[in-house]
């Protein structure tokens, strides 16, 4: 099973400040990662697919990079409504995995 | 618009079954993939099982594995999990997740979810 650790487990910024969230997979899930974004008490929400690519009607603040085993999302400038937890998933390697999730919070 | 609604939660005994539903509308559902993800209380996420579009073939994580059963109608554009011998374990929000495409399996569209408590 691939195993995604994602880090840090809490990420303390300001509005307007640079979000870098990271996502490393056990061994090599190619660029099948995806993103998704949680607000509490309500449904996952995709954000990135296959590594670097927004998802339909996702803010261009929002972006990915990597591939192989190293993966990032990053928010360049923080809005209000993206304080929430951020995770990573593979579909490269059956059984999926998610990663265990950052949370992104208001300093 | 694309809408999933789950049904079937709620509260079960160890050792119990329940029987989840998801209905789909606002796509062709028989083309895509489906899952389902869970959230234990306070947890991450957890992907559960998932089936092929058109029925094909299926898939479980190791946890649920000879407990749970995927399966779909695509005349009635639902998906539904029968979960069997349940333990204090499943006890998690269950999201119905459809897939991006048939073999693309991260998910564009989640449902709100239902709950499901084992407890005696």
């Known amino acids: 099973e691939i195993v995604l650790t994602q880090s840090p487990a809490t990420l303390s910024l300001s509005p307007g400040e640079r979000a870098t969230l990271s996502c490393r997979a056990s061994?090599?899930?190619?660029?099948?990662l995806a993103w998704y974004q949680q607000k509490p008490g309500q449904a996952p929400r995709l954000l990135i697919y296959?590594?670097?690519n927004r998802a339909t009607g996702i803010p261009a603040r929002f972006s990915g990079s990597g591939s192989g085993t190293d993966f990032t999302l990053t928010i360049s400038s923080l809005e209000p409504e993206d304080f929430a937890v951020y995770y990573c998933?593979?579909?490269?390697?059956?059984?999926?995995?998610f990663g265990g999730g950052t949370k992104v919070e208001i300093k | 618009e694309v809408q999933l609604l789950e049904s079937g939660g709620g509260l079960v005994q160890p050792g119990g079954s329940l029987r989840l539903s998801c209905a789909a509308s606002?796509?062709?559902?028989?083309?895509?993939?489906m899952s389902w993800v869970r959230q234990a209380p306070g947890k991450g996420l957890e992907w559960v099982s998932v089936?092929?579009?058109?029925?094909?073939?299926?898939n479980y994580a190791d946890s649920v594995k000879g407990r749970f059963t995927i399966s779909r109608d695509d005349s009635k554009s639902t998906l539904y999990l029968q979960m069997n011998s349940l333990t204090a374990e499943d006890t998690a929000i269950y999201y119905c997740?459809?897939?991006?495409?048939?073999?693309?399996?991260?998910?564009?569209?989640w449902g709100q979810g239902t709950l499901v408590t084992v407890s005696s």
């Open positions: 997740a459809k897939g991006a495409g048939a073999t693309r399996h991260h998910f564009d569209h």
């Open positions: 606002g796509f062709l559902f028989s083309s895509y993939a």
């Open positions: 089936i092929s579009g058109s029925g094909g073939g299926t």
């Open positions: 061994q090599s899930v190619s660029s099948y």
């Open positions: 296959d590594a670097s």
């Open positions: 998933q593979q579909r490269g390697i059956w059984p999926l995995t």
